[in-house]
Every structure is written in C-alpha cells, then in structure tokens.
C-alpha cells in the first residue's frame, strides 16, 4: 500500500541558530525583559525604515496598546474588514468600543474602500485595516480618508512582514502598524508582537502600556499590562530577521510554482496583485474557487491525500459572539461571505519542495475538474 504523505500548512523555519541563542540566553540568567528585547527593537524599526519598535508577548497585545495609545474609548466606533483574524475585532472590545465590519474587497480580501467611507459616521474614531495574507491595503486610498473625516489609522500588519507598498516598507506607512510572530508567521518568536511608529510620544506611551503603565519602576501613570516580551522570545526574533531574506526568497520561489502550475485551471483562480503592491509578503497562497464548487468538500479530499489546507478566516459577522451582540444582518456582508466561502489556502512554508508543490497543484486539479 502507498504511503501517502503528510503536507502541512505552515512549519516554521528555526533551527540551531535560534536554539543556540536561546541557549545563551538562559545561561546568562536573564530572562525578562531586557537588553535582547531592546536590540530586538532596534533592529526591527531599522528592518521597516520606522523610527521606534515595541515588542510585546503577542501579536494580540501589539494590537490592544496600539489601540489605546491612538485614543479609543468606550463607545468609540472603530472600522475593521469583516474578513480577519478574531483579534482585530476583540481588541476593539477590550475597550469597550464598538467594531464596525466593513466588507472586503472581491479581488484583494482586503477591506473595501467604498464600503468603508459608507460605514463613517460622527462616532467613528479609527480604521483598522488588515493586511490579508501579506498583501499589503491601498494605504494612500486609506490615510486619505482618515485624513478627510479625522481618523486615526492603527494597520494591522499581523500578516505583511516583508511587504512593500509604493516603495515603503510595510511598517513605515501608518501612523501605527502592528505584526505578529506566531509559528506560522513569516518570522516567528514562538509567540510576540511588534509595533512601530514615528511618533515619540505614541512610542513613550505604548513603552509604558505594555509594561503595566509604569514611566519608571514602580512608578505607574497609566492603567498598563504585563504585555512585555521575554528575552527567550526577543532572542529567537533577532536570529530570525537574519533570516527574513532568505525566508521571503523561498517564499516567491514558491508562489512562482503555485501560478505556473495552476495558471488557466478551470475552477480555479490565482492569487490576485494590484499594481501599488511592489512586494507580496506571501503569509498564506489564496487561491479562489468557483462559486459552484464546494470549498469545504475539496479542503477535506485534500486531507485525505495528507495534504493540510485552510478556509481563511470565517468573517466575523458569521461569529456567534459578534453576531448575537450586534444583531448583525448577513445580507449587509454577502460580498465578504461569497468571497471567504471560495476561498482555500495552500500549503506556504520555507523548505516546500517542488516534488510536494507538483503533488499538491495535481491533487487540487484533479478534485475540482472532477467537480465542474
């Protein structure tokens, strides 16, 4: 009986190098927040082009102080895509503020520029924007109208480590911007946050909130959070922007594999890349499948070859916790819906081979000519 191979969606790319500095790390006895949480932070605002870097535990917390730091409060209307990760639209709650879900765009996944200026009223405070899957909003379109009706813009860049947009790094456009080091990420910390900005007083600010509102020891000023990262975690963050380059490399190698061999595929359509975007950070490759085709069923046949996908993030108007709160009418969101129910990410990882990359393009043909 043939094996059949196990294909995973994401593995991170860590070795020696990090084990190593992990190594040094505990042995020096210092283990919280530190001197390598501070060269983290250094090098990272220079890897961007921003002036200030502020690590914290997790891509979450980035988020939440970043939040907070731009000046939403209770009964603030904040505007975030419907398609995202939980966190962008929880962190609006930690405040007690309101997220107001805005529809994707059917071609990009990121938020809807008409849909957004639509969904402005006196309450709103902020936009959100998400970079899906590394690509990178139309942040001019974006901070022009944050301009035009005076918003705050906090990006978050979970996704786009990497990306460039105009000739801006990703990181160095927004007021704020804030990135994830989950496993699964472009680079990872096993679990951290960044946030980066030009602004002196938001760094100072966000400094402080992330470690329990303190300006000096003991001395607290703000209502603040142990969202501080460990010098484990800042230690596997430095050797693994050594690595970035090489990271993203392997990533278009990749990508370049996927468009060849799906390219003209009937039931199928490619990532799609708008002119603005000079680099793809490529956290996730989206393909779209037809509207007559069962994303779900194909995902799990998939499976069965060994093969791990995922169905991107369900929107958040399809969530109980959201949907129950804000009586929130599916009908105001099919375009984000129609989108995300065709929508299958491939298996995107440093070290893919092509011979797994030419197994899984043929898996995939052969389920969806077989549904058509």
């Known amino acids: 009986m043939k094996k059949i191979p196990n294909i995973p969606m994401a593995n991170p790319y860590v070795g020696e190098e ?9 042995k020096s006895g210092w283990l919280s927040m530190g001197p390598k949480v501070e060269e983290f932070e250094n090098s990272f605002a220079k890897l961007v082009g921003a002036k200030y870097a502020i690590a914290t535990n997790n891509g979450t917390t980035a988020l939440h102080v970043a939040l907070i730091a731009a000046g939403i409060k209770d009964g603030d209307e904040v505007l975030i895509p419907d398609i995202t990760f939980a966190s962008t ?19 990009t996944y990121n938020i809807s520029l008409k849909d957004l200026e639509r969904k402005i009223t006196k309450k709103t405070k902020a936009i959100m924007p998400v970079d899906m899957n590394g690509m990178p909003v139309d942040y001019d379109a974006i901070i022009s109208i944050a301009e035009k009706y005076n918003l ?24 704020l911007h804030t990135f994830s080091f989950f496993p699964n990420k472009n680079m990872t910390t096993g679990e951290g946050g960044m946030i980066t900005t030009d602004d002196a007083k938001l760094a100072k600010t966000l400094s402080q909130l992330r470690n329990m509102g303190q300006d000096y ?16 975690a800042a230690s596997i963050g430095i050797e693994q922007m050594k690595k970035l380059s090489d990271i993203t490399i392997d990533k278009e190698r990749i990508v370049k594999n996927y468009d060849e061999g799906l390219m003209n595929q009937l ?17 996730m490759y989206t393909v779209s499948l037809d509207d007559n085709i069962n994303r779900d069923e194909v995902a799990s046949e998939l499976s069965k070859f060994g ?5 991107s993030f ?17 009908k105001n969101h099919i375009t984000s819906y129609n989108a995300w129910k065709s ?10 081979s092509e011979q797994q990359q030419t197994y899984i393009i043929d898996k995939l043909i052969n389920i969806v000519k077989a549904k058509l």
């Open 314 to 330: 369900p929107p958040i108007h399809t969530q109980p916790y959201y949907s129950d709160r804000f009586k929130v009418d599916k």
């Open 267 to 283: 039931g199928i359509s490619l990532p799609y890349v708008p002119n603005y975007v000079d680099k793809h950070a490529w956290y």
């Open 18 to 26: 990090e084990a190593m500095a992990v190594y040094k790390t505990i």
């Open 307 to 311: 093969i791990e996908t995922r169905t």
């Open 217 to 232: 020891r003991y001395h607290h000023i703000h209502l603040g959070f142990n969202y501080r990262m460990t010098e484990i």
């Open 343 to 352: 929508l299958l990410n491939l298996p995107m990882w440093v070290g893919l």
């Open 152 to 175: 705050k813009v906090i990006a978050d860049s979970a996704e786009s480590l990497g990306a460039v947009y105009k000739g801006k790094r990703v990181g160095s456009i927004a007021p």
């Open 89 to 107: 639209a929880n962190v609006v709650m930690y405040e007690r503020a309101i997220p107001i879900l805005v529809d994707c765009d059917p071609k």
